[in-house]
């Protein structure tokens, strides 16, 4: 038996779809939201607006910037824990909404800390909070998904915690609010939803159901991603959003790979951006993962049904186009700290996401794959 959840309660799409916020039963509203973009781009002075027509009371805290970690969670829990927020939106990229699922959880639940939520289950529902996410980006699913993934500073590690009760009730969805994204953003986040796809896709727990989802999004993504970062069409942006979002309903149902392990261990360490990685370790873990026979057939049936020779050199291809770098050297990571801080990446790597790739990967293994991916020499696994 399988249970299968997509969203939350409520997804709201498509153009203009922001002014929903008026349509929020709260009084007492706690926005999330990251640096200075929201702000500059002028959406944060329309929810204000909306708000202020509906005479809600509101509190914003900003300033989440990418890899949010324990420190910031617990500063807005307790932000939280004066305001005393009805209702909780998530605005802007992956990072302010998984640091708001946490602080709402976190708020609810005020026996909660870090220390056991490593240890012990955590709460599967919200009761009293209502949560909204707004992604202004396109490539986390976080919308939809049931992790909120949270950095761990005194581990060097990123986590990815999960809960039913991190899964938004509304998720809107307006590529409005993706028209300012830089082309850098565009290509990163971007890789990161095309990462979630294709590993959703070879993971040995998908079902029917999310390998329709996830194989519309890859075509999806190979189709509108490219228009997406080189001409900035308002139809490319909306599709590209809706296809990440998609890729996120699939993979929080049957899990990611290898790919995301090296992410977090490398993004935990080092601080780069987690869709950036993803872009540069995909095409690597799919080769290395491609020897598995189920895996080969499917990525096989997939290239086939694009029209294309080989999935793999795709994925490359579409990297080059989208200035992904090809090794984690080109990314600027030094090659000394990289070897110096080599036992704990290793050891890292093997941690989340990698648990559940589909060929079983042992410390040797990720030895040669973390080496291979530094280097950029992708013809070790052939």
Same mark, same amino acid.
């Given at each position: 038996?399988?249970?299968?959840?997509l969203n939350g309660?409520?997804?709201? /799409?498509?153009?203009?779809?922001?002014?929903?916020?008026?349509?929020?039963?709260?009084?007492?509203?706690?926005?999330? /939201?990251?640096?200075?973009?929201? &702000?500059?781009?002028?959406?944060?002075?329309?929810?204000?607006?909306?708000?202020?027509?509906?005479?809600?009371?509101?509190?914003?805290?900003?300033?989440?910037?990418?890899?949010?970690?324990?420190?910031?969670?617990?500063?807005? $829990?307790?932000?939280?824990?004066?305001?005393?927020?009805? !209702?909780? @939106?998530?605005?802007?990229?992956?990072?302010?909404?998984? +640091?708001?699922?946490?602080? +709402?959880?976190?708020?609810?639940?005020?026996?909660?800390?870090? #220390?056991?939520?490593?240890?012990? =289950?955590? =709460?599967?529902?919200?009761?009293?909070?209502?949560?909204?996410?707004?992604?202004?980006?396109?490539?986390?699913?976080?919308?939809?998904?049931? !992790?909120?993934?949270?950095?761990?500073?005194?581990?060097?590690?990123?986590?990815?915690?999960?809960?039913?009760?991190?899964? =938004?009730?509304?998720?809107?969805?307006?590529?409005?609010?993706?028209?300012?994204?830089?082309?850098?953003?565009?290509?990163? /986040?971007?890789?990161? +939803?095309?990462?979630?796809?294709?590993?959703?896709?070879?993971?040995?727990? %998908?079902?029917d159901f999310t390998?329709? %989802?996830?194989?519309?999004? @890859?075509?999806? %993504? &190979?189709?509108? %991603?490219?228009?997406?970062?080189?001409?900035?069409?308002?139809?490319?942006?909306?599709?590209?959003?809706?296809?990440?979002?998609?890729?996120?309903?699939?993979?929080?149902?049957?899990?990611?790979?290898?790919?995301?392990?090296?992410?977090?261990?490398?993004?935990?360490?080092?601080?780069?951006?987690?869709?950036?990685?993803?872009?540069?370790?995909?095409?690597?873990?799919?080769?290395?993962?491609?020897?598995?026979? /189920?895996?080969?057939?499917?990525?096989?049936?997939? +290239?086939?049904?694009?029209?294309?020779?080989?999935?793999?050199? #795709?994925?490359?291809?579409?990297?080059?186009?989208?200035?992904? =770098?090809?090794?984690?050297?080109? $990314?600027?990571?030094? #090659?000394?700290? &990289?070897?110096?801080?080599?036992?704990?990446?290793?050891?890292? *790597?093997?941690?989340? *996401?990698t648990r559940s790739?589909?060929?079983?990967?042992?410390?040797?293994?990720?030895?040669?794959?973390?080496?291979?991916?530094?280097?950029?020499?992708?013809?070790?696994?052939?």
């Open positions: 038996m399988k249970i299968l959840k309660d409520r997804l709201v /799409t498509g153009r203009g779809s922001l002014n929903y916020i008026k349509e929020i039963e709260g009084k007492r509203i706690f926005i999330v /939201t990251g640096g200075k973009s929201m &702000f500059s781009n002028g959406t944060i002075d329309r929810i204000k607006n909306m708000l202020e027509t509906s005479e809600k009371e509101y509190r914003i805290m900003s300033g989440i910037r990418k890899n949010p970690d324990t420190e910031i969670v617990n500063e807005g $829990a307790l932000e939280m824990k004066v305001f005393k927020p009805d !209702t909780v @939106i998530g605005l802007g990229g992956g990072s302010p909404i998984d +640091a708001a699922k946490v602080m +709402a959880l976190f708020y609810e639940y005020p026996n909660l800390n870090f #220390e056991d939520i490593l240890k012990e =289950p955590l =709460p599967s529902v919200r009761k009293n909070i209502e949560f909204i996410s707004i992604p202004t980006t396109s490539g986390t699913g976080a919308e939809v998904t049931k !992790t909120a993934v949270i950095t761990f500073k005194d581990r060097d590690l990123k986590i990815g915690l999960k809960s039913n009760a991190f899964i =938004p009730d509304i998720a809107i969805l307006d590529p409005e609010l993706t028209m300012s994204m830089p082309s850098n953003v565009v290509a990163e /986040t971007g890789m990161d +939803a095309m990462t979630h796809a294709l590993e959703c896709y070879i993971n040995h727990n %998908l079902d390998e329709c %989802l996830t194989r519309g999004a @890859i075509m999806g %993504l &190979f189709e509108y %991603l490219p228009i997406s970062y080189k001409e900035n069409t308002m139809e490319s942006r909306e599709k590209v959003h809706n296809y990440q979002c998609i890729a996120g309903m699939a993979f929080h149902n049957v899990g990611l790979g290898m790919s995301h392990g090296i992410s977090h261990a490398i993004g935990g360490k080092y601080g780069l951006g987690h869709g950036l990685l993803n872009g540069i370790a995909l095409p690597y873990v799919l080769h290395y993962n491609s020897k598995n026979r /189920t895996v080969k057939r499917k990525l096989n049936f997939l +290239a086939k049904s694009m029209g294309v020779d080989n999935l793999v050199t #795709e994925v490359i291809n579409l990297n080059k186009l989208l200035g992904i =770098p090809i090794s984690f050297k080109e $990314a600027g990571i030094d #090659e000394g700290d &990289f070897y110096n801080d080599f036992e704990d990446l290793v050891e890292n *790597s093997l941690k989340g *996401s790739n589909p060929i079983k990967v042992h410390k040797e293994d990720m030895e040669k794959i973390l080496k291979v991916i530094f280097e950029g020499d992708m013809q070790y696994f052939d």
